[in-house]
Protein backbone atom coordinates (compact mmCIF):
# COMPACT_ATOMS: atom_id res chain seq x y z
CA UNK A 1 0.00 0.00 0.00
CA UNK A 2 1.77 3.30 -1.35
CA UNK A 3 -1.13 5.73 -0.64
CA UNK A 4 -4.65 5.71 0.89
CA UNK A 5 -6.09 3.28 3.32
CA UNK A 6 -8.18 -0.12 2.45
CA UNK A 7 -9.64 -2.08 5.12
CA UNK A 8 -9.84 -6.00 3.96
CA UNK A 9 -12.54 -8.84 6.20
CA UNK A 10 -12.73 -12.52 5.32
CA UNK A 11 -15.73 -15.40 5.80
CA UNK A 12 -13.67 -16.76 8.43
CA UNK A 13 -13.18 -13.33 10.40
CA UNK A 14 -9.98 -11.78 10.03
CA UNK A 15 -9.99 -8.33 9.32
CA UNK A 16 -7.43 -5.37 9.08
CA UNK A 17 -6.56 -2.06 7.98
CA UNK A 18 -3.61 -1.30 5.57
CA UNK A 19 -2.42 1.95 5.63
CA UNK A 20 0.70 3.48 3.61
CA UNK A 21 3.70 1.33 3.48
CA UNK A 22 2.14 -1.69 4.92
CA UNK A 23 1.79 -5.16 3.36
CA UNK A 24 -0.40 -7.76 3.33
CA UNK A 25 0.73 -11.19 1.83
CA UNK A 26 -2.52 -13.44 1.46
CA UNK A 27 -2.12 -16.97 1.12
CA UNK A 28 -5.84 -18.03 -0.09
CA UNK A 29 -4.97 -21.93 0.28
CA UNK A 30 -8.27 -23.85 -0.08
CA UNK A 31 -9.82 -20.87 -0.20
CA UNK A 32 -11.43 -17.86 1.13
CA UNK A 33 -14.28 -14.58 0.80
CA UNK A 34 -12.37 -12.06 0.78
CA UNK A 35 -13.70 -8.03 0.45
CA UNK A 36 -11.55 -4.93 0.22
CA UNK A 37 -13.09 -1.61 0.60
CA UNK A 38 -11.16 1.77 0.40
CA UNK A 39 -11.48 4.14 3.60
CA UNK A 40 -10.12 7.24 3.29
CA UNK A 41 -11.95 10.27 3.10
CA UNK A 42 -9.40 12.36 0.64
CA UNK A 43 -6.55 11.92 -1.79
CA UNK A 44 -5.25 9.48 -3.41
CA UNK A 45 -4.84 5.55 -3.29
CA UNK A 46 -2.37 3.95 -4.72
CA UNK A 47 -0.91 0.24 -4.59
CA UNK A 48 0.45 -2.84 -5.91
CA UNK A 49 -1.60 -6.42 -5.83
CA UNK A 50 0.41 -9.09 -7.34
CA UNK A 51 -0.86 -12.39 -7.55
CA UNK A 52 1.43 -15.79 -7.41
CA UNK A 53 0.30 -19.19 -7.88
CA UNK A 54 0.97 -22.24 -5.51
CA UNK A 55 2.63 -25.51 -6.46
CA UNK A 56 -0.64 -28.73 -6.73
CA UNK A 57 0.62 -30.01 -3.65
CA UNK A 58 0.26 -26.29 -1.53
CA UNK A 59 -3.51 -25.68 -3.10
CA UNK A 60 -5.30 -26.66 -0.34
CA UNK A 61 -3.57 -25.78 2.88
CA UNK A 62 -4.90 -23.44 5.17
CA UNK A 63 -5.70 -20.06 4.60
CA UNK A 64 -3.37 -17.43 5.97
CA UNK A 65 -2.44 -13.86 6.34
CA UNK A 66 1.22 -11.97 6.64
CA UNK A 67 0.43 -8.89 7.56
CA UNK A 68 2.74 -5.98 8.52
CA UNK A 69 2.93 -2.10 9.39
CA UNK A 70 5.60 0.51 7.41
CA UNK A 71 7.79 0.15 10.23
CA UNK A 72 8.31 -4.19 10.34
CA UNK A 73 9.52 -3.63 6.85
CA UNK A 74 13.29 -2.90 6.76
CA UNK A 75 14.81 -0.91 4.76
CA UNK A 76 18.32 -1.12 3.36
CA UNK A 77 20.65 1.91 1.87
CA UNK A 78 23.03 -0.76 -0.56
CA UNK A 79 24.31 2.78 -2.42
CA UNK A 80 24.60 6.11 -1.65
CA UNK A 81 21.55 7.70 -3.15
CA UNK A 82 19.66 4.03 -2.94
CA UNK A 83 17.33 3.34 -0.95
CA UNK A 84 15.28 -0.31 -0.66
CA UNK A 85 12.51 -1.86 1.08
CA UNK A 86 12.44 -5.15 1.65
CA UNK A 87 9.30 -7.21 1.63
CA UNK A 88 10.84 -10.58 0.37
CA UNK A 89 13.93 -11.90 0.16
CA UNK A 90 17.41 -11.16 0.93
CA UNK A 91 19.59 -7.92 0.28
CA UNK A 92 23.02 -6.90 1.01
CA UNK A 93 22.50 -4.01 3.21
CA UNK A 94 25.78 -1.75 2.02
CA UNK A 95 28.20 -2.09 4.99
CA UNK A 96 28.59 -6.44 4.80
CA UNK A 97 25.49 -7.71 6.56
CA UNK A 98 22.26 -8.48 5.06
CA UNK A 99 18.77 -7.21 4.88
CA UNK A 100 15.66 -9.92 4.52
CA UNK A 101 12.45 -8.62 4.29
CA UNK A 102 9.67 -10.19 6.28
CA UNK A 103 7.39 -11.90 3.62
CA UNK A 104 8.10 -16.25 3.71
CA UNK A 105 6.75 -18.45 1.35
CA UNK A 106 9.01 -21.20 0.46
CA UNK A 107 7.42 -22.35 -2.51
CA UNK A 108 8.56 -20.39 -4.54
CA UNK A 109 11.18 -18.22 -2.77
CA UNK A 110 10.18 -14.86 -3.97
CA UNK A 111 12.29 -11.50 -4.00
CA UNK A 112 10.16 -8.53 -3.11
CA UNK A 113 12.18 -5.25 -3.59
CA UNK A 114 11.14 -1.44 -3.93
CA UNK A 115 13.80 0.57 -4.56
CA UNK A 116 13.76 4.27 -4.38
CA UNK A 117 16.78 5.85 -6.79
CA UNK A 118 17.99 9.27 -6.63
CA UNK A 119 18.27 11.78 -10.33
CA UNK A 120 21.52 9.69 -12.01
CA UNK A 121 22.21 7.13 -8.85
CA UNK A 122 22.86 3.55 -10.61
CA UNK A 123 22.78 0.27 -8.35
CA UNK A 124 23.59 -3.51 -9.11
CA UNK A 125 21.88 -6.41 -7.31
CA UNK A 126 22.24 -9.82 -8.57
CA UNK A 127 18.98 -11.63 -8.88
CA UNK A 128 18.18 -15.38 -7.73
CA UNK A 129 19.61 -18.23 -9.58
CA UNK A 130 16.99 -19.86 -11.53
CA UNK A 131 13.93 -17.71 -10.44
CA UNK A 132 11.56 -15.69 -13.24
CA UNK A 133 11.96 -11.59 -12.55
CA UNK A 134 10.75 -8.48 -13.92
CA UNK A 135 10.97 -4.74 -12.92
CA UNK A 136 8.22 -2.11 -13.16
CA UNK A 137 9.33 1.35 -12.96
CA UNK A 138 6.22 3.49 -11.68
CA UNK A 139 7.90 6.61 -11.02
CA UNK A 140 10.62 8.67 -13.02
CA UNK A 141 12.37 6.71 -15.60
CA UNK A 142 15.42 4.19 -15.28
CA UNK A 143 17.99 2.46 -17.64
CA UNK A 144 18.46 -1.56 -16.67
CA UNK A 145 21.32 -3.40 -17.80
CA UNK A 146 25.02 -2.43 -19.09
CA UNK A 147 26.46 -1.77 -22.27
CA UNK A 148 24.74 -3.18 -25.61
CA UNK A 149 22.42 -4.83 -23.38
CA UNK A 150 21.33 -1.59 -21.50
CA UNK A 151 17.11 -0.69 -22.06
CA UNK A 152 15.51 2.53 -21.17
CA UNK A 153 12.59 1.70 -18.93
CA UNK A 154 9.78 4.95 -18.90
CA UNK A 155 7.67 5.02 -15.56
CA UNK A 156 4.63 2.10 -16.06
CA UNK A 157 6.24 -0.11 -18.08
CA UNK A 158 7.96 -3.61 -16.96
CA UNK A 159 10.87 -5.18 -18.00
CA UNK A 160 11.12 -9.03 -18.26
CA UNK A 161 14.31 -10.09 -16.73
CA UNK A 162 16.89 -13.26 -16.35
CA UNK A 163 17.30 -14.97 -13.03
CA UNK A 164 20.97 -14.99 -12.05
CA UNK A 165 21.87 -12.40 -13.79
CA UNK A 166 24.07 -9.21 -12.12
CA UNK A 167 21.19 -6.33 -12.81
CA UNK A 168 22.18 -2.50 -13.17
CA UNK A 169 19.74 0.09 -12.65
CA UNK A 170 20.57 3.57 -13.48
CA UNK A 171 18.26 6.46 -12.63
CA UNK A 172 17.10 9.23 -14.91
CA UNK A 173 17.30 12.89 -15.03
CA UNK A 174 14.46 12.96 -12.05
CA UNK A 175 15.61 9.49 -9.84
CA UNK A 176 13.51 6.27 -10.08
CA UNK A 177 11.23 4.31 -7.64
CA UNK A 178 11.67 0.47 -9.41
CA UNK A 179 9.82 -2.71 -7.83
CA UNK A 180 12.40 -5.95 -8.58
CA UNK A 181 10.31 -9.00 -8.31
CA UNK A 182 11.64 -12.61 -8.43
CA UNK A 183 9.79 -15.98 -7.78
CA UNK A 184 11.12 -19.75 -8.54
CA UNK A 185 9.31 -21.03 -11.44
CA UNK A 186 6.52 -23.65 -10.87
CA UNK A 187 6.35 -25.23 -14.31
CA UNK A 188 3.10 -26.73 -13.54
CA UNK A 189 0.00 -26.46 -15.88
CA UNK A 190 -2.00 -23.64 -14.72
CA UNK A 191 -6.29 -23.68 -15.23
CA UNK A 192 -8.12 -20.81 -14.35
CA UNK A 193 -11.25 -19.30 -14.13
CA UNK A 194 -13.63 -16.51 -12.74
CA UNK A 195 -11.66 -16.11 -9.12
CA UNK A 196 -10.20 -19.54 -9.25
CA UNK A 197 -6.84 -21.01 -10.04
CA UNK A 198 -6.23 -24.35 -10.28
CA UNK A 199 -4.24 -27.10 -12.05
CA UNK A 200 -6.51 -28.74 -14.27
CA UNK A 201 -9.86 -28.22 -15.62
CA UNK A 202 -11.78 -30.74 -13.62
CA UNK A 203 -10.26 -28.94 -10.42
CA UNK A 204 -11.60 -26.34 -11.31
CA UNK A 205 -14.88 -27.75 -11.89
CA UNK A 206 -14.84 -28.52 -8.67
CA UNK A 207 -13.75 -25.83 -6.64
CA UNK A 208 -17.10 -24.04 -8.02
CA UNK A 209 -19.28 -27.33 -6.79
CA UNK A 210 -17.23 -26.85 -3.52
CA UNK A 211 -18.34 -23.26 -3.36
CA UNK A 212 -21.91 -23.49 -4.21
CA UNK A 213 -22.46 -26.39 -1.61
CA UNK A 214 -20.84 -24.17 0.93
CA UNK A 215 -17.46 -26.43 1.52
CA UNK A 216 -15.24 -23.58 0.47
Known sequence: MLDGRMRHRDNHGNEGLLVPGSVQWMTAGRGLVHSEMPEQEEGRMRGFQLWVNLPAKDKMTEPRYQEFAPD??????????????????????????????????????????????????????????????????????????????????????????????????????????VLLIAGRPLREPVARHGPFVMNTRQELMQAFVDFQEGRF
Open 72 to 177: RIPVARPAAGVEVRVIAGELDAGDGGRVRGPIEQPATSPLYLDATLEAGVAWEHRLPEGHNAFAYVFEGEATLGSGDEARAVASQELAILGGGDLLRIQAGAEGAR
